[in-house]
């Protein structure tokens, strides 16, 4: 690749010796053999820690087309291997179609030292850098690559804006003479809790073996007081280690490298770039190993910022297309690297669950891999998972019935909540008839309604649903008539079935709520959260907090007749939507609507018996619960909406949502919808795929109560995996539901599945296949004639 005429970066200052600085520095070198670069790193390449480093089949051949020589370098030096072993309680399970290719890291850095020699790069090891400001003085462009620790960052954190976030496991970074021939997950119960060991292989008879465990664990094991004669201190750990793991070691020793115990970090940055300089690799994030390399992360940090210069017309937007380019990837890689390393966090949680199913979540953990991955990857293991989760064969595990009290859902879909903000007077009338009544024909096994009001200053705004009268009571029978007569039973009408029925209908639950302080606002799409412009009612809240000062009405604080007032709203409520037909009930305790706003400490500072502790902010929302489920059938299941965490500093957390859900158990809820956020308007939601499932995941987990898992949920290959994880009972969709009414028939269709789960009503049989279309591959006239 020729240099350009139109040089941008003439001269190039890489701090850190790294191979994301070494690779950088290369690729610039080659890209433009007239640049003069010089990499500064203060030790020497023996000295670097850890042992292998793991490339996916993408970067491998990201870095064969930026450099052919870097590439035959590494490709001699590969271990390759395409299966995951997993151990769990003396059971090995493996599952295969995976790939991966691993090197010594050491070896690595020497390739990366001989190129950047070759090219004429000027690598000054043993030699501390100046600072980036100094260098940025007489120099182009300056990346810093120095690493987790980045001295770079720190000196410039006004403008890089880093958060540095630690998390609760300890681990150790060992090598094994261990000749593996897979990825190797060993889980360890011991007396002291629950260890694990990440193994791969990364030359022939030598494995990495990263031993890791909570911090408690830790503690009690007596790692924390273990120390030695070796320089790195780690003799008594790792003759601890051999003994521990001596099962999978089978007399085969242990080493270290600079090894010690450690709490991983994860690094993020507001911004990458400042001025001429630029954060490359672990300076500018990282992702926690249980999902792959830092070192893979930093060399495509250094292709794509070496291509970036090649194509801008100058440094400033070459750094600007480079973050541009990086941040999402990089981003969406952190997300799944912290769904990763939490799972591991609660491992304990999960060990009971038999060796199959176990197995798949762990495989499943960051969310990136599903049941169609690993279907497409090894069949014969999915096929296991299924038979373990009961899923009868050629049923996907998504249209396997589920029991909560005398209320048998044909499948495991929901149609999650969603308000419409079209009554009149808090009347449900022809538009949700034919909403609720689609969603029952598209297939779904329960379809919930928005969140009806108990009273007519219990609503969000003018458009919401009620159930404080006859005509609301009515009017929902109409609707609940219609799902149980015609809600996708296959028979054009034969009503709603019952436990063990062969094609039970849809079912329809009632959501009741109040909106306390986030009431009175305009419709969404008239300014979401915006108060009246006139017509404005009284808001009450446990607290005089208003959701936005300045913006939204101060609520009045309630006083103890008031709390029994509405609690008694709630009862009547209940009784009426018995009454209207409904299935199921559930408790809008989310959001930060009335009951929520009572359990998170940022909206409830009440100092009476209503507020302060845990216990004291749940006693109203659970006096509530007591009510309505005295009322509400015995033989029909009672839910509860929380918000499982607050996304903001001091509000509730996932510790808070296993207390509230275990309480909610006790005072007779069967199934918790564990949903996030929404509580103050100054949140920080991390959102991304599944986000909110892992606290679902946490709570069906640590209490055995059933969970409906919510939260960026998109496709059927999400819901399968969800729920044979163990991770969720039922799934609840929303945005997928307004796209497509029927998106459970056609999730059945594109799965080849036609059983009595997801039956077509009659009227719409001729459209369970997909239509046809447009053919692009009939046959194409001769147009040449050959010789």
């Known amino acids: 690749m020729p240099g350009r005429r139109d040089r941008v970066a003439e001269r190039v200052a890489v701090i850190g010796g790294g191979p994301g600085g070494l690779y950088a520095a290369a690729l610039l070198k080659r890209l433009d053999p007239d640049r003069s670069v010089t990499v500064w790193e203060r030790g020497a390449p023996e000295d670097t820690f850890g042992f292998g480093v793991v490339f996916s089949d993408e970067t491998v051949g990201g870095i064969e087309s930026a450099d052919p020589v870097v590439y035959a370098g590494m490709r001699k030096e590969f271990v390759r291997w395409d299966a995951i072993d997993i151990r769990h309680r003396d059971r090995l399970t493996r599952s295969g179609g995976h790939g991966f290719a691993a090197l010594d890291r050491r070896r690595l850095l020497a390739l990366l030292y001989a190129r950047c020699r070759d090219l004429g790069v000027d690598v000054r090891i043993r030699t501390s850098a100046p600072t980036a400001a100094e260098l940025a003085a007489d120099h182009d462009l300056v990346v810093a690559a120095d690493g987790a620790h980045s001295a770079t960052r720190t000196a410039h954190a006004d403008v890089f804006r880093p958060r540095l976030t630690a998390h609760d496991c300890r681990y150790i970074w060992l090598s094994a003479d261990l000749p593996l021939d897979a990825f190797r997950f060993e889980v360890l119960e011991t007396p002291y809790g629950v260890m694990q060991a990440h193994a791969y292989p990364y030359r022939r008879g030598a494995s990495t073996f990263v031993v890791e465990m909570a911090e408690e664990v830790w503690r009690r094991a007596g790692f924390d007081r273990l120390s030695g004669d070796l320089p790195d201190g780690t003799e008594g750990t790792i003759a601890s280690c051999e003994k521990l793991f001596a099962g999978v070691l089978e007399g085969r020793a242990l080493h270290g490298n600079r090894s010690r115990w450690q709490s991983f970090t994860t690094v993020a940055n507001g911004r990458w770039r400042h001025g001429r300089i630029v954060l490359l690799g672990d300076a500018a994030h990282t992702a926690h190993f249980s999902i792959g390399s830092g070192t893979k992360l930093a060399m495509e940090d250094a292709l794509a910022l070496a291509a970036s210069l090649r194509e801008q017309p100058d440094v400033d937007a070459a750094l600007a297309a480079y973050e541009s380019e990086r941040r999402p990837v990089v981003e969406s890689t952190q997300r799944a690297a912290l769904a990763s390393l939490e799972w591991f966090e609660r491992l304990g949680s999960y060990v009971d669950q038999p060796p199959t199913q176990f197995a798949f979540n762990l495989l499943t953990r960051s969310r990136r891999v599903t049941h169609g991955n690993l279907r497409l990857r090894d069949r014969e293991f999915t096929d296991g998972v299924e038979r373990g989760f009961g899923a009868p064969p050629g049923t996907p595990p998504m249209f396997t019935p589920f029991t909560l009290r005398g209320l048998t859902l044909r499948n495991r879909v929901v149609v999650s909540p969603m308000d419409m903000y079209v009554a009149r007077d808090g009347v449900p009338g022809d538009f949700h008839l034919v909403h609720l009544g689609a969603r029952a024909l598209g297939g779904a096994g329960l379809v919930m309604t928005e969140m009806v009001c108990v009273s007519p200053n219990g609503r969000i705004t003018p458009g919401c649903t009620g159930l404080w009268n006859d005509e609301q009571e009515a009017a929902w029978r109409r609707i609940t008539d219609f799902v149980h007569r015609q809600g996708g ?221 919510v939260g960026a949920i998109s496709s059927w290959d999400d819901v399968n995996s969800l729920l044979l994880a163990g991770r969720a009972d039922l799934c609840a969709l929303a945005r997928p539901h307004l796209y497509d009414p029927h998106w459970t028939l056609h999730a059945a269709a594109e799965q080849s599945y036609a059983g009595p789960a997801a039956p077509w009503p009659a009227p719409y049989l001729a459209g369970s296949r997909p239509p046809p279309t447009g053919r692009t591959d009939a046959p194409k006239p001769r147009l040449t004639l050959d010789s």
């Open 489 to 709: 039973t296959g028979q054009g009408g034969t009503g709603q079935g019952g436990p063990g029925h062969d094609a039970p209908g849809t079912a329809i639950g009632l959501q009741l709520g109040h909106s306390g302080r986030k009431g009175s606002t305009r419709l969404m799409w008239e300014g979401i959260d915006q108060p009246l412009p006139d017509g404005n009612w009284p808001l009450v809240a446990p607290s005089a907090l208003p959701y936005r000062e300045g913006v939204n009405q101060v609520p009045h604080a309630l006083t103890g007749r008031e709390l029994a007032g509405i609690r008694d709203r709630f009862a009547a409520a209940a009784e009426r939507g018995a009454r209207a037909g409904f299935d199921l009930l559930e408790l809008h305790c989310a959001h930060g609507y009335l009951l929520s706003s009572f359990l998170s400490p940022l909206t409830n500072r009440r100092t009476d018996r209503y507020g302060g502790d845990l216990a004291g902010r749940l006693r109203f929302p659970l006096e509530v619960l007591d009510a309505v489920r005295a009322v509400w059938p015995s033989r029909k299941p009672l839910s509860v909406r929380i918000s499982a965490t607050d996304w903001a500093p001091g509000g509730a957390t996932g510790d808070d949502a296993v207390a509230v859900a275990r309480a909610l158990a006790d005072h007779g809820a069967d199934v918790v919808d564990v949903s996030t956020g929404q509580v103050v308007a100054d949140e920080r939601p991390a959102f991304g795929r599944s986000y909110q499932t892992p606290f679902a995941d946490r709570i069906r987990n640590e209490t055995g109560l059933p969970v409906i898992a």
